[in-house]
């Protein structure tokens, strides 16, 4: 049976607004999510990116996700 340390799974998660060319410019959401116990940073440019990334990661350890 797996320990609750073995069954958690740490992130940090920043994310911000990327500063605006102009007042009508589109805004850009940028990010980096940083896997706490691996060190690895994943950095994207849009928030479905994010959401892309923490489904292949939990794919990748089994856990599947679904509609």
Do not use: C, P
């Amino acid at each position: 049976m797996k320990t609750s340390k073995e069954n958690t799974h740490a992130f940090i998660v920043r994310i911000w607004i990327e500063s605006q060319e102009t007042k009508d410019a589109e805004l850009t959401w940028r990010g980096v999510i940083e896997v706490v116990d691996g060190g690895a940073r994943v950095y994207f440019d849009h928030l479905d990116k994010m959401s892309a990334y923490f489904a292949k990661y939990l794919e990748a350890i089994s856990i599947k996700i679904g509609k």
